[in-house]
């Protein structure tokens, strides 16, 4: 104890004092509400050229947060946190009833709400405006905002929340244990905006919406890049992807299910009709489990989540669509334990996903990966092939196309929880052309590739150097 305060160390080996007077006034009774770089921020904000205000004081109302819905087959949409993507509300097709949504007026949404996810690690913060006539109702983890439309721009406090100045004041009031945060209406009321004049919030609102649309062009013509791969690469094996129809009924053989697998499903007509599209194609086809060895990997009983430093090992969750392997936020297996396990990565080994919501996703370690070691969990198939002979990243996109990702679909197995094995990922049919070819259809596929990864980059900066300059013009720095 200092003469006036209380001292605290906190667990990163940091120091600091806090004020008794500042604790007894401060609305949380939480030594991290006290952190320097929260300090720093209230200070640099204080500093402004403009009137600092709380977040209530522009409200027309108390900020309120939902309900926990009863769900209904059809009815009133309900907005949950995985609604909320930080740049729009995404549709998630679940409902209540409209008796439901008349006895829960308190958590109705109404158009130019504005949303913010009040639970979840992750997710927590994440804050967008809901812009539909639509009537809809927020689950219990979102909290709804109701901007009064004549003290401010309603769209500058959107932006002003996403920003910085928002985020953080955002993670300084959530209270709870790591894993269990919530953020609560009276401590969102409490985060403090510097209020520009109108003009300079209006031309903070142009600038950052002008850099989303920006975003918005780059990402399109990313993800037409991407979707151009398939067809560039079925187009060179002489693969015709067929017409795919959904037949409510078909007739297979006794003979079939008793050579194969017990499953009519993995019988349909469209995977029969796409194995002989395969087959003839323009080059001979190989199974995957002769092209390379097919290992899965572990982690240490009682898992990793307390592990914060180690050997990096990957989960599914790590693989993104796009086939690239996150490099940060990585997850750790003690370096004893990675001495003992025999499946360890190394660039341009393939990774699926075997089991869960995501069996089948397909990955590449990139030649840069910047960790030297590295490891995979249980949930994941590591595929190795003879660099010499195959090009790794040709069996990658092939199994990451329509023709190998139909297949891995086929083979997944299961009830409550899906998943491949390994037996039925060696007999995903690869065509195998020469080296040659395959090099040559690999680097048109990794071209592209890294053209899309390019401009999702520039996507990503257009709107963070947005951001970077409306925190100035915020401060009254430009």
Request: proline share 5%; charged share 35%.
């Amino acid at each position: 104890m200092s003469e006036g305060g209380i001292y605290v160390r906190n667990q990163r080996a940091h120091s600091f004092v806090i004020n008794v007077t500042e604790l007894k006034k401060a609305p949380m009774w939480d030594v991290r509400y006290f952190l320097p770089k929260y300090q720093e921020l209230i200070e640099s904000l204080k500093n402004s050229k403009f009137i600092l205000i709380s977040l209530r004081n522009i409200c027309k109302e108390p900020i309120k947060r939902g309900k926990t819905p009863v769900y209904s087959p059809k009815g009133i949409q309900v907005i949950k946190v995985a609604s909320l993507k930080n740049e729009y509300i995404e549709n998630t097709n679940e409902f209540v009833s409209e008796k439901f949504f008349a006895d829960s007026i308190p958590a109705h949404v109404k158009q130019k709400d504005i949303l913010i996810a009040s639970t979840g690690e992750g997710s927590i913060g994440k804050v967008d405006i809901y812009e539909s006539k639509d009537y809809a109702i927020a689950d219990n983890h979102i909290s709804m905002i109701r901007i009064d439309e004549t003290k401010t721009n309603l769209y500058f406090i959107l932006f002003y929340l996403r920003s910085h100045f928002g985020r953080i004041q955002i993670e300084r009031v959530c209270k709870g244990a790591t894993g269990q945060i919530e953020l609560y209406p009276p401590e969102i009321g409490d985060i403090k905006i510097p209020l520009p004049p109108r003009p300079i919030q209006d031309k903070i609102v142009q600038i950052m919406e002008d850099a989303y649309k920006q975003k918005k062009e780059k990402l399109k013509e990313a993800e037409e890049l991407l979707s151009s791969i398939n067809d560039y690469f079925l187009d060179e094996l002489g693969i015709e992807f067929p017409k795919i129809e959904e037949k409510k009924s078909f007739v297979i053989s006794a003979e079939m299910l008793r050579d194969g697998r017990f499953d009519p499903l993995y019988y349909r007509p469209q995977y029969e009709k796409l194995n002989r599209i395969i087959e003839e194609g323009k080059y001979k086809v190989e199974k995957l489990g002769s092209l390379g060895k097919i290992d899965s990997g572990k982690r240490p009983k009682g898992g990793v989540r307390t592990i914060e430093e180690g050997i990096p090992s990957i989960g599914g969750e790590h693989i993104k669509d796009d086939g690239s392997i996150e490099k940060e936020k990585l997850k750790f297996i003690p370096l004893d334990f990675y001495k003992k396990c025999n499946v360890r990565i190394r660039p341009l080994d393939i990774l699926i996903i075997k089991d869960g919501a995501t069996t089948g996703k397909v990955g590449i370690v990139p030649l840069d990966y910047p960790h030297k070691e590295g490891s995979i969990n249980e949930h994941i198939f590591r595929i190795r092939v003879p660099d010499k002979e195959i090009d790794s990243y040709y069996v990658f996109s092939f199994l990451h196309s329509k023709a190998g990702q139909y297949q891995l679909k086929r083979e997944v197995t299961g009830g409550t929880i899906m998943g491949i094995v390994r037996e039925a990922i060696k007999n995903i049919k690869i065509p195998y052309p020469p080296i040659e070819v395959q090099n040559r259809i690999a680097e048109e596929a990794k071209r592209r590739r890294e053209k899309a990864k390019l401009l999702k980059e520039e996507a990503e900066k257009v709107v963070s150097e947005a951001k970077q300059k409306i925190e100035k013009m915020i401060l009254g720095e430009e």
